[in-house]
């Protein structure tokens, strides 16, 4: 069951140690819970978890080639490793062992992604995934998430370790807007209804789910109601939902921390390709750039993620509706 708060705030606890206490509460349910790390427990909030489970934490330093294709050998093993690293290594730099050790023999591993886009902050362009999600799209037997917040966060760490199949999830280490009461659920592939609107969809995930929840607060004030839709699943997409958005609002604004080709946008787009409808449709994330440090909000800005360019879109996809 999913309860969404009534007031939104920040979360004064991390996003990274969030994670490390819910790999510790799948650890203890199954002792083939393993988790891999490359010389980033502190940073990915797992030293708790190396400590309080070491029979069950790995760390083989900065080789993530060698991690992805270790996790790979210890699925088919029969165990339920967790390869864990910055996005940026866990996808572009690991993406042949992840092809041929973990998707192709379809085995049971979990890649999980710190510092998504813009999170990534000081570490700058080189560490910053916008193309993360495009290239794991396109590899067969792979299921791709992005929570907005820590309640999802766990729940579908949980589902991951109970889950067969290879699992990708990229998230921001540090604290998010907090969205979803204690104790809520999701469905793997079925997209949240956060905000109810009839004039627009904005289809969102991860941290912009905040900043569209702001972008409908300032359209509302301008008389312009704006649905908003959490795709926390992003591969399978939520089809339904989207036609369901579509049938009811008649625009569509899609939003992601990440590049507009590959992502979100693109394959919201297929769908409506596929459906062979036309409707106003406005793509909000990275245009064909990198990235470079600054602080997040810096960032979003910078790339055109943040509220006030969300609430433009929207005005422009409804004025294609009239």
């Known amino acids: ?32 819970v393993v988790v891999i790390s490359c010389d980033l427990c502190g940073s990915m909030g797992l030293r708790g978890f190396a400590k309080e489970h070491a029979a069950q934490s790995i760390n083989i330093g900065i080789q993530e080639a060698n991690a992805c294709s270790m996790a790979g050998g210890m699925s088919a093993a029969g165990m339920v490793p967790f390869f864990n690293t910055f996005s940026v290594f866990a996808t572009r730099r690991a993406y042949d062992q992840i092809f041929m050790s973990c998707a192709y023999p379809k085995l049971n591993v979990k890649i999980v992604g710190g510092d998504a ?11 910053m995934p916008f193309e993360d999600i495009g290239i794991m799209r396109v ?23 109970e889950t067969y199949g290879v699992q990708y999830i990229r998230f921001s280490r540090k604290n998010t807007l907090k969205i979803y009461e204690e104790g809520s659920t999701f469905e793997i592939g079925k997209g949240v209804i956060v905000r ?7 289809i969102t995930c991860g941290i912009l789910v905040a900043e569209a929840l702001k972008a409908a607060d300032a359209l509302a004030a ?18 339904d939902l989207i036609m369901d958005s579509i049938a009811k609002t008649g625009a569509i604004v899609t939003a992601e921390n990440h590049q507009i080709i590959g ?8 769908v409506i390709a596929e459906e062979g409808i036309g409707v ?36 422009r996809a409804v004025s294609k509706k009239k």
């Open 196 to 202: 109810e609107g009839k004039d627009a969809t904005i």
């Open 117 to 127: 886009g813009v999170t990534a902050t000081s570490n700058g362009g080189t560490h």
């Open 263 to 270: 992502g979100l946008a693109s394959a919201v787009s297929e």
């Open 280 to 315: 106003p449709m406005e793509k909000i994330g990275v245009q064909g750039i990198f990235g470079e440090v600054g602080d997040q909000d810096y960032l979003l800005d910078r790339f055109h993620l943040s509220a006030p360019y969300i609430a433009d879109a929207v005005k």
């Open 139 to 161: 590899m067969p037997n792979v299921t791709i998430f992005e929570p907005s917040d820590a309640v999802m966060l766990r729940d579908l760490l949980n589902q991951m370790a």
């Open 222 to 239: 301008e008389g312009i109601e704006a649905r908003v839709f959490d795709m926390f699943t992003i591969k399978p997409i939520d089809r």
């Open 1 to 32: 069951m999913i309860k969404i708060r009534d007031t939104f705030e920040m979360d004064t606890k991390e996003m990274r140690a969030v994670y490390g206490e819910a790999l510790g509460e799948a650890a203890d349910k199954n002792e083939k």
